[in-house]
């Protein structure tokens, strides 16, 4: 991004394409992993054309603003969903109705993560400068001192790159598989979510980096997008969903980096 495009927008695993090929395809439909990520790299492909043929560029000059400002929000909403289920903010709905219900407020992670999340808002407002890192260091020390079911397990620590029966995901692909009518819809899935969730992402994060022209436009918005999605189609050796602009680099422009 930064050599052909000359922005400091950094690419990186797209939250809702990783969830959705996680949790749909292989824990819902239960498509294996080469195969998962063999329509990755299918819908890599096709997101590069897309993007190279200008049909991205087109979609992102007439996309509304505020549904540019409304895909950035709700990719942070959806975000605070994922973290608020994992520590039992909201848990699973046991009874027919809405799949979502409130949990324990009384519980210690509960409380920390609401306290946590109002210290956040406050220095943000005042403008602290690492304001959201300070906070996550302090709620760290405080479980650990506080909470037995928080153990420290070390500073670093390599990631799994394998399955629970030992497979590696490193270089894992299918993409005969991937082309299998059953599972060429979650192929279009993947690349409409990609289209939208990634334009609407770089323009949110560009809009918070201030890199956009008096129009509106991100400036040599062509070349992002085309970088933006060529990475799509080099993420799969590395066991990864495909890559788009990264909300969290938010976080940095918001503290002056």
């Known amino acids: 991004m930064g050599l052909w495009a000359n922005l400091p927008l950094a690419i990186g695993c797209a939250i809702s394409l990783t969830a959705f ?7 819902g439909q239960h498509i ?6 063999g329509a990755v790299f ?46 039992g903010l909201v848990i699973k709905n046991p009874l027919d109705g ?22 956040i808002i406050g220095l943000e407002k005042l403008k602290v400068p690492g304001g959201i890192l300070l906070t996550i260091i302090g709620i760290s020390i405080v479980g650990l001192i506080f909470d ?16 629970e029966n030992g497979n590696s995901l490193i270089g894992s692909l299918d993409i005969m598989g991937a082309l299998n009518p059953v599972v060429l819809p979650s192929v279009l899935a ?26 509106g436009q991100i400036i040599d918005g062509g070349k992002a997008l ?6 799509s189609v080099f993420f799969w050796p590395r066991g ?18």
């Open 240 to 257: 990864c969903s495909s890559g788009s602009g990264i909300h969290r680099v938010c976080g940095g422009y918001g503290g002056g980096r």
């Open 21 to 27: 090929t996680a949790f749909s395809l292989v824990l």
């Open 148 to 163: 037995p079911n928080v153990h420290f397990s070390g500073v670093f620590a390599m990631p799994s790159l394998s399955d």
């Open 226 to 231: 085309t970088t933006d999605s060529m990475s």
């Open 42 to 87: 299918l819908m890599g492909v096709l997101f590069t054309v897309i993007s190279a043929t200008g049909i991205r560029s087109w979609i992102l000059r007439n996309l509304p603003h505020g549904v540019a400002h409304g895909t950035g929000i709700g990719i942070g909403l959806f975000l605070l969903l994922i973290a608020a289920n994992g520590v």
């Open 190 to 215: 993947l690349v409409m979510t990609a289209v939208f969730d990634a334009t609407g992402t770089i323009r949110a994060v560009a809009g918070q980096a201030n890199l956009l022209d008096k129009d």
């Open 98 to 119: 809405l799949p979502v219900a409130l949990g324990d407020f009384t519980t210690f992670p509960v409380m920390m993560s609401l306290v946590g999340l109002a210290v």
């Open 32 to 37: 294996s992993v080469p195969v998962a990520l």
